[in-house]
Structure formats: structure tokens, C-alpha cells
């Protein structure tokens, strides 16, 4: 990694389920109190905040499109999870999300890069290239591959198809690899 180069003028993109929170296997986070940080998770957005000029959260939540959540749970969920980050001394410039189901037309859901496009329209100093997707799925790989960014994968229990650029155990191990 040493190798990237990575200065105050990257972006990084962090999925959420797996990789910030504790992931509900066949299930949603549907509720602030279902929502449990994996370890060492503040901690490591505390570092990425000393090095990263922006840290985006994007997350596919269909069950939103399911109808087991609405867009209000979700973004009081995202109000309490970045508060506790800042707290704990790091930031989220800003959360995305894809609330289609997962063969909807016109999705935005991952592997799609409309949440990073977005991004981009909103934060014009964002340079893919000079960009990490974090992520502990295909599709959060895929995402990040298809605009050029550089990808980590979080280990995870579900299968792996598409390899990322430098695989971690957790969000802190990849903090202590870059901070």
C-alpha cells in the first residue's frame, strides 16, 4: 500500500454492513439499536480522518424497497452512527444509499457506480483514481474496480469471486497499514 502513495488529497468509500457495523447475515439493520460498530471501527476512522480529504459511506439497503425499513430509519441510524464517529474524534462527509431491490432498472445498488458518481457531482475534488473502496462483498469490489479506485477487501465469510487489490481482517488493520 506503501506503494500508493496516498496523500490528504484521496478519497476513501467504506460500505457499511461488515465493514463498519456488525453485518445481520439474511437479515437488514432496520433500527439505531440493531446497529453494533464492528471492533476497532471508530478507532480506524479516527486515522482515515488525519489522512483522507473525504470518507463516504455507500451502502446497498433494499430493504428499504423490501418495505421492512423506510428511508427514515435509515437516515436515524446514519445520524446516530456518525455521531458516534465524530465522538470518537473521525468523520463521514457523506452517506449514500441504494434502496432499490436488487433487480430493479435503473439501479443505483453496487456493483452500479451511481452512489461515487453522485459523490462526485456533489465533491468536484474527488479523482477515482486516487480513491480506496473498502468493502466486504463482490459488488463492493466491483464498484470500486470499474471507476479505477484501489479496493480492500474486509475478510468475510462470503464467497469470493473478484479478488480486491490488498485484502485486511478488519477496518483497524487496515488503518494501521495506511495511518
Known amino acids: 500500500m506503501k506503494a500508493w502513495n496516498i496523500d490528504a488529497s484521496w478519497t476513501l468509500f467504506l460500505d457499511r454492513d461488515g465493514v463498519i457495523n456488525q453485518r445481520k447475515m439474511g437479515g437488514y439493520i432496520t433500527s439505531k439499536s440493531e446497529f453494533s460498530f464492528e471492533e476497532g471501527v471508530l478507532d480506524a476512522i479516527a486515522v482515515f480522518d488525519k489522512v483522507f480529504q473525504y470518507i463516504f459511506v455507500v451502502t446497498n ?21 456518525v455521531e458516534k464517529i465524530e465522538e470518537n474524534g473521525g468523520r463521514i462527509t457523506q452517506c449514500y444509499f441504494a434502496p ?6 435503473n439501479s443505483t445498488r453496487k456493483p452500479s457506480s451511481a452512489m ?6 456533489e465533491f468536484q475534488a474527488i479523482n477515482f483514481e ?50
Do not use: C
Open 100 to 105: 432499490e431491490l436488487k433487480n430493479a432498472e
Open 116 to 121: 461515487a458518481l453522485k459523490a462526485k457531482s
Open 61 to 81: 439497503q433494499q430493504g428499504i424497497g423490501k418495505g421492512i425499513m423506510t428511508e427514515a430509519d435509515l437516515l436515524d441510524i446514519h445520524r446516530v452512527m
Open 130 to 179: 486516487k480513491s480506496i473502496m473498502v468493502g466486504d462483498t463482490d459488488s463492493d469490489i466491483l464498484f470500486g474496480k470499474s471507476l479505477q479506485m484501489k479496493t480492500v477487501r474486509i475478510q468475510t465469510v462470503e464467497p469470493i469471486n473478484v479478488e480486491a487489490d490488498v485484502t485486511v481482517n478488519s477496518l483497524i488493520d487496515l488503518a494501521h497499514l495506511i495511518g
